[in-house]
């Protein structure tokens, strides 16, 4: 108001001095001569002109105060006309902020973007491995068996996809959560009979906090021994899978989506380290390793085989992950080297004992990946994987370890643990052409043998037990392989509206056992294409 009223008392003050400037002049006669009329005039114009000038200018002081006094904290007035602080995050700038998506909305000064696709997915498989849209790789039937002469052919909707990232910074702290599920969970063994009524699963559901050079992460998310396309971020379009339709990813890629407590420090924007925490699962595999005979009971309890969810794991899986970014002439580079450590550990009483004995054992495993963008539309990317007892990070292909007998008299016996050594290898490339995007990938899983005889067994020959020894079940794989093709083609791509993509994935997959029988096949052998049409929301 006392603004408004200085605003008032400029404007009346100029017209009265106008009014005086250009009044009649009341002296002698001589003076209405027409020359000095046109002197008095123009002096009055001058004058009038000094006063308009002078007017502007106190105007434009005011305005700016009135500007300066009001673009501090946004002010409300309340029922009683006294005003008071309004919330942080007020309307005006909730509408100049841009919207990272047109579906995107905010509450208070968070965030909410929901997203996802709806799939319709088609695979056809030369023999029939029992999967659905994850393939079973470790499961691919023989030629000698009657699933390796009969195909098999699955459309489904189940791998559509939904998710929600929610942001927000709170004073110097930056918050990021985000949840992604889909419906291919553990289905009724009816499902695609008549009703097609698939689980809904949860993929991944974690909260990401950044302060300073910190951030930290803990929920379900990929875990940090999952290759990346760019630093250490936890969303799933910063990791180098491929861009193929297989729900379990592809062969050679390590990775597990579990618990995980994540700390990393970013030295700078282009190098980073990450320490984490995650689930751990003595795992052996379905049957793939063979337990001493005296100790069989007592053994299947404490590890997993693909059955259970109730295994004594120790500790934490340790996952520490470098990762350094750079950026040339327009190509991305990207390079990353960690290590994990592992453990299992048992308890037995041994034969000829009557106390309980403990055995533990730690394994240790060594990683790296690389991607770089060779031009603008071509770039290539690889990871390796080597160490023990990380077979359970190869999609849980391979065990994690054995237990081996040892005899301490002549009819006493005890037990320990013996880690499985295991390896992975992918190499690939992507390409983009206008509208479609093509890749090209090869990996591998690699179980090294861990075999022994079993002095516990009442026969008089002693089988070889552990995994990959001699009358081994087929299933105890050496190795597996996949080759493929993949091709993403964009049909139409709206901001506002999404876009729709054929997803296509031609593979070829062989597996191969440690041990095979007089007359049987050596290898496994697959071929698999999927076909997805996929609207993706903006």
């Not at 760019?230 to 592809?250: F, K, Q, Y």
């Not at 054929?502 to 997959?509: E, G, P």
């Amino acid at each position: 108001m006392r603004l408004l009223e200085k605003m008032c008392f400029v404007v009346l003050a100029s017209g009265l001095a106008l009014g005086q400037a250009t009044a009649p002049n009341s002296g002698s006669a001589g003076s209405g001569s027409v020359a000095d009329e046109l002197k008095a005039l123009r002096e009055a114009i001058s004058e009038q002109q000094k006063q308009i000038s002078q007017q502007q200018q106190q105007i434009q002081t005011l305005q700016q105060q009135l500007v300066d006094k009001t673009s501090g904290t946004p002010h409300v007035a309340d029922a009683a006309l006294h005003t008071a602080p309004m919330p942080v995050a007020a309307t005006v700038v909730q509408e100049t902020e841009k919207k990272e998506s047109p579906l995107s909305f905010r509450i208070g000064g968070t965030d909410f973007t929901p997203g996802g696709f709806v799939d319709f997915e088609n695979v056809f498989r030369t023999t029939n491995s029992g999967s659905n849209i994850a393939t079973g790789f470790g499961s691919i039937p023989y030629s000698n068996t009657v699933q390796g002469h009969l195909t098999e052919f699955r459309s489904t909707g189940q791998y559509s996809r939904y998710n929600l990232k929610i942001s927000g910074k709170y004073g110097a702290n930056n918050v990021l959560g985000y949840i992604e599920g889909d419906f291919n969970g553990n289905d009724a063994a009816n499902v695609f009979v008549t009703a097609n009524g698939h689980t809904n699963r949860l993929r991944l559901y974690w909260l990401d906090l950044k302060r300073g050079k910190w951030e930290f992460l803990g929920g379900s998310t990929w875990g940090l021994e999952t290759p990346n396309r760019v630093g250490l971020s936890p969303m799933p379009s910063d990791l180098a899978l491929t861009i193929g339709e297989d729900a379990n990813v592809h062969v050679g890629i390590p990775y597990t989506r579990a618990a995980e407590f994540r700390a990393v420090y970013h030295f700078s924007d282009k190098f980073q380290w990450g320490v984490a925490l995650q689930n751990p699962e003595q795992f052996v595999g379905a049957g793939e390793v063979i337990f001493p005979f005296a100790f069989n009971a007592a053994l299947g309890p404490q590890f997993d085989a693909a059955n259970q969810t109730s295994t004594p794991n120790v500790f934490p899986d340790i996952i520490t992950k470098l990762a350094a970014d750079n950026d040339v002439n327009g190509k991305h580079y990207h390079f990353e080297l960690g290590g994990m450590l592992t453990s299992a550990k048992i308890t037995n009483v041994p034969i000829g004992g009557t106390q309980f004995d403990h055995h533990s054992k730690v394994g240790a495993s060594f990683f790296g990946a690389a991607n770089a963008s060779l031009s603008k539309n071509f770039r290539v990317l690889a990871n390796a994987n080597w160490g023990s007892g990380n077979g359970r990070y190869m999609i849980g292909l391979g065990p994690q370890a054995v237990v081996f007998p040892i005899q301490t008299g002549p009819a006493t016996f005890n037990i320990d643990i013996s880690m499985v050594h295991a390896g992975a290898a992918h190499v690939g490339a992507e390409a983009t052409a206008k509208n479609s995007l093509f890749g090209f990938y090869y990996g591998g899983f690699y179980f090294q043998r861990n075999a022994f005889a079993d002095v516990t067994s009442p026969l008089v020959v002693k089988p070889t037990i552990g995994f990959g020894g001699i009358n081994s079940p087929n299933s105890a794989n050496r190795a597996i392989q996949e080759a493929s093709f993949e091709w993403t083609q964009t049909f139409w791509k709206n901001p506002q509206y999404g876009a729709v993509l054929l997803v296509t994935q031609a593979s070829y997959l062989t597996r191969a056992p440690w041990f095979v029988a007089l007359g049987a096949p050596k290898n496994a052998h697959l071929v698999m294409g999927f076909a997805s049409v996929r609207y993706v929301l903006p």
